[in-house]
């Protein structure tokens, strides 16, 4: 049992902290979201530098061997600068998704290509009427001759605009819920029969809705074996969500930091706010939040990356998801309110975290569906 | 990172757990695990049995004749003893008044009192609040006028926690009224045989005796057994809140309670008749609590793992915050799971040897007594209330 970073994590760790404060500022920020494709490719190419896009992939494939305690280390150092660069979407749930799935072929011709940040990879799942429920499945795979004929509208797919390659997911068999009979194809963003409707989220990220019409893959495009791929998607949405938890922890310690601040400086009735106990203790409660969050956002990496018992990791990663979207809302809600009427501009820095926090929440399952998970196990347990 | 035990921390607990099996009288099982009244003599012989073992003190340092165990191992032993229903070791000697000794008694202090703590022999309680002073502990008035070699006591202390039962009693007690209230507070060590002790049941709302006044009146104390200096009674006290970052959390406790309040959410029934643990309404309430618990037990292990590096921040407050919480919580989960037979007051049926008739099952007896009488968590200890003003003012600076 040890809960210390590592001397390297604890490096990463500083190494990132400093970027984001000195090199990602808000202003900075401001730029990036307001551009075309929404994200900074200069960052991008720091990152491939700094080793980050290729942490958990083992080295041989360009990567650090790393493990997701590497990934809480940079999720939180981005959840802290609100960082929009589609991290989770090309190395977290992508690149993931091969080195735990894909075939030799495919793990050399993409995690290198990840790792050194010449790619960016979404992964297409989520449809527009499936909620969360990870098994509804409506977008088909053909067979034709030895390739594949994919039809059907993925919904919300993050950076799905900006992604060189998708992760798509189509059932070769079975109906819209079964379990079995979904497969993952790797499929070129320009393929014929792939169009992109890209937007902004509410959160200044991007995302896109994808159409397939007819789109033709061959053989090679299959990642892991036909029909059986919904284990490894819930896998790769378990090591999604720890990864948004730990970006979570990171957003809820700046709110609060930032909150403190304005307690500590703004004054009514001759004296700062902060002096009033009303607000103390709505303060104090948000710092206990992101602390009991934090914990969870540890757990979560720690199961999610395990492989020996998925009901376990699934168990202990929804009860994470619960805690971080609670205590995200918790203290997003408590941060805006503490700004008074500046908490509601769109000029501070506050509102921008309270709208990811709130869209963390969101993602892969509010804290009410995971409960749902967890309360359910309780008939089984 | 890495939130496995170790193959000696798994070996550790397994030597612990065939112990107990061993070891823990099934008689005191039986009550602890189905909150049925507890004697005296249950805690003094569970204490008795551990000292015999060497682990009378698990919290204590080598030197004293404690364990010398490191957190970790404290904390497995600790989950093991309340999964098996071993009754708590009492506070008030072991975790509270020992340290302080440890650290600011004398050696002549330390050699008489601290082996009759670890032995059992001594049964120790606390003297802190009084009636004027709850929350405002620091305005505290019970006056130690020095006498010769006497120091002579008067005044009331209350909200005393089984000091009927004490050999002893340490107080913080008022020896100045110069300066700020905290700087004329002394740390005196009080034996509760002294003529002019009166202790006074205060019977709580659950109907029972575990609480107490205590009235002194003219108490002669021997100089010796004041603890450090005059006047600094107040920094020990504090000193002693420090000590004890994750004592407030109970968590082994609260996770035995959740499987047994699963256990009686299996066995009653809902409206349908199906079992109550069906009920989705019921099933939310218990997870939410069920993740609560698990992000407990995680902070816990990670200020275990890495608090000492720290300087102290808002863990201890956190902890007692969600520990009494959680605990409030789980109790309130078993009194509901009970239904309608969470009515009926039979304090009698929390002997075990009642044979009389039952209405519902066991677990129906203490249910809402259990229920009443944690409500004091989030009041005891520094009120949770208090706690906050912790955080917000001494960790945050606001």
Redesign the interface.
């Known amino acids: 049992m040890d809960f210390n970073l590592s001397e390297e994590q604890q490096q990463l760790q500083d190494m990132l902290r400093r970027y984001v404060a000195k090199d990602y500022t808000f202003d900075k920020r401001r730029q990036i979201v307001a551009s075309e494709v929404g994200y900074s490719p200069e960052a991008w190419k720091t990152f491939a530098e700094m080793g980050l896009l290729g942490v958990t992939f083992p080295e041989e494939f360009g990567g650090l061997g790393g493990n997701a305690f590497d990934t809480l280390v940079v999720m939180e150092a981005f959840g802290r600068g609100l960082v929009v660069e589609p991290y989770l979407a090309t190395v977290v749930l992508c690149g993931g998704l091969i080195r735990d799935a894909g075939s030799q072929a495919q793990k050399e011709a993409l995690l290198p290509a990840i790792a050194g940040g010449e790619l960016l990879m979404a992964f297409a799942h989520y449809e527009v009427d499936s909620r969360y429920a990870l098994s509804k499945v409506a977008t088909t795979a053909e067979k034709r001759g030895d390739g594949y004929v994919l039809n059907g509208a993925k919904s919300v797919v993050l950076h799905g605009e900006q992604a060189g390659k998708l992760i798509v997911s189509a059932r070769t068999s079975g109906g819209e819920r079964d379990a079995d009979g979904i497969s993952l194809f790797l499929v070129d963003a320009d393929a014929a029969g792939v169009s992109r409707r890209g937007y902004r989220t509410q959160d200044e990220q991007r995302a896109a809705e994808i159409k397939l019409q007819n789109v033709q893959v061959g053989a090679d495009a299959l990642i892991g074996e036909e029909g059986k791929a919904l284990p490894l998607i819930e896998r790769a949405i378990d090591l999604g969500i720890a990864a948004l938890c730990a970006e979570a922890v990171g957003a809820m310690d700046a709110a609060n930091e930032q909150t403190l601040e304005y307690l500590k400086t703004r004054k009514q009735f001759g004296q700062p706010i902060g002096k009033f106990q009303v607000l103390q203790h709505r303060m104090a409660d948000m710092v206990i939040a992101a602390e009991q969050a934090r914990s969870m956002a540890i757990l979560a990496a720690a199961k999610a990356q395990q492989t020996d018992d998925p009901a376990e990791r699934r168990h202990k990663v929804s009860a994470a998801k619960v805690l971080v979207g609670q205590s995200a809302r918790a203290v997003g809600q408590g941060a805006v309110q503490l700004h008074g009427g500046m908490g509601v501009t769109d000029e501070m820095p506050i509102s921008h975290y309270f709208k990811r926090l709130t869209m963390i929440n969101i993602l892969f399952g509010d804290a009410d569906h995971h409960l749902s998970k967890v309360s359910d196990a309780l008939l089984s347990a | 990172?890495?939130?496995?035990?170790?193959p000696e921390?798994e070996a550790f607990r397994k030597e612990v757990r065939e112990f107990i099996r061993a070891e823990l009288p099934e008689d005191i099982a039986y009550k602890v695990k189905n909150r049925l009244r507890l004697s005296k003599d249950d805690t003094v012989r569970w204490q008795k049995i551990l000292y015999k073992r060497g682990w009378g003190a698990p919290m204590w340092p080598k030197e004293f004749g404690g364990t010398g165990w490191d957190a970790?191992q404290q904390h497995i032993f600790d989950e093991e003893c309340t999964a098996a229903g071993a009754p708590r070791q009492l506070d008030f000697g072991l975790r509270m008044v020992a340290p302080v000794i440890m650290a600011f008694g004398s050696r002549e202090q330390q050699d008489y009192f601290l082996p009759r703590i670890l032995s059992g022999e001594h049964w120790w309680c606390q003297g802190y609040s009084e009636p004027g002073s709850g929350s405002d502990l620091a305005s505290l008035k019970t006056r130690a006028v020095r006498d010769g070699d006497n120091y002579i006591v008067n005044g009331q202390k209350t909200w005393n926690t089984l000091g009927h039962h004490a050999d002893w009693i340490f107080c913080l007690v008022r020896t100045s009224t110069e300066g700020r209230p905290q700087q004329g507070i002394s740390f005196l060590l009080i034996d509760m045989k002294s003529p002019g002790i009166t202790v006074r049941p205060i019977i709580m709302l659950d109907g029972e005796h575990e609480i107490n006044d205590i009235f002194f009146d003219n108490v002669q104390v021997p100089v010796e057994n004041l603890v450090g200096e005059e006047n600094k009674g107040w920094t020990y006290a504090k000193f002693l809140l420090g000590h004890e970052r994750t004592g407030q959390a109970n968590v082994g406790a609260w996770k035995a309670l959740l499987r047994r309040v699963?256990e009686i959410a299996r066995t009653e029934k809902g409206d349908d008749g199906r079992p109550l643990?069906?009920n989705?309404r019921f099933?939310?309430r218990?997870?939410?609590v069920?993740?609560?618990l698990?992000?407990?037990e995680?902070?816990c292990?990670?200020v275990l793992?890495?608090g000492h590096k720290k300087a102290p921040g808002?863990?201890a407050?956190?902890l007692k915050?969600?520990g009494s919480e959680i605990g409030q919580a789980l109790y309130e989960l078993a009194m509901q799971a009970c239904g309608h037979t969470a009515l009926p007051y039979l304090p009698e049926a929390l002997d075990p040897t009642y044979s009389g008739e039952l209405v519902g099952a066991l677990h129906a007896v203490p249910a809402a007594m259990d229920y009443f009488n944690t409500r004091k968590f989030s009041i005891y200890g520094g009120s949770n209330?208090i706690?906050?003003?912790i955080?917000?003012?001494m960790?945050?600076?606001?």
Not at chain 2, 1 to 6: P, V
């Open positions: 990172m890495d939130l496995n035990y170790t921390q970790i699963k643990i069906e989705t099933r939310d218990l997870a939410q069920e993740v609560e698990l992000a407990l995680m902070t292990l990670r793992s890495t808002p863990e407050s956190l915050i969600k209330e706690q906050r003003n955080i917000s003012q960790v945050l600076g606001l």
